[in-house]
């Protein structure tokens, strides 16, 4: 597994792999999401991959000093092999490298089923941010 920042050349790849995982909904807010995230800090965008194929994807944002962990994505083909944990992870050393206050979660209905995997990782439910509706790459 090789873990990177996103690169243009990932769009259609990642795009796919979203399309394939989340609900039509989630995709449709997820998609406005990374498009701004992209427009301000592609490096917060972490891509895993296998030889050529796309694997998994993490959406993270600073949102006044605080990092955000937005989306994580893992092609089904490819879950429990730690890519998700990976992604996490490499996100939390750029959260740290930019000395955000804070690192939190967002705890929106799509990342439900996720928060049990950051709990295992030591995150709080105080880490879980319910508002997630006014971050900036959500609102716009």
């Known amino acids: ?12 790849a990642v795009t796919s792999l979203l399309q394939s995982v989340l609900s039509e909904e989630c995709y449709e807010l997820t998609i406005e ?11 917060l965008v972490l891509i895993a991959s296998a030889g050529d194929k796309m694997t998994g994807i993490i959406i993270g944002t600073i949102d006044n000093n605080r990092g955000y962990y937005y989306r994580v994505a893992v092609h089904p083909d490819h879950r429990g092999q ?3 944990k990976s992604l996490i992870s490499s996100l ?4 740290e490298q930019r000395k955000v206050s804070k690192i939190m ?5 799509h990342n ?3 928060l049990p995997l950051y709990s295992s990782l030591g ?18």
């Open 33 to 43: 999401a990374l498009t701004r995230q992209l427009s301000w800090d592609s490096d």
């Open 112 to 114: 439900e089923p996720v």
């Open 105 to 109: 979660v967002t705890a929106d209905e």
């Open 82 to 84: 730690g890519i998700a």
């Open 1 to 12: 597994m090789h873990l990177r920042s996103f690169q243009l050349a990932d769009y259609h």
């Open 123 to 140: 995150f709080e439910p105080s880490d879980f941010y319910h508002s997630f509706q006014k971050l900036s790459i959500v609102a716009g």
């Open 92 to 95: 939390r050393g750029r959260f």
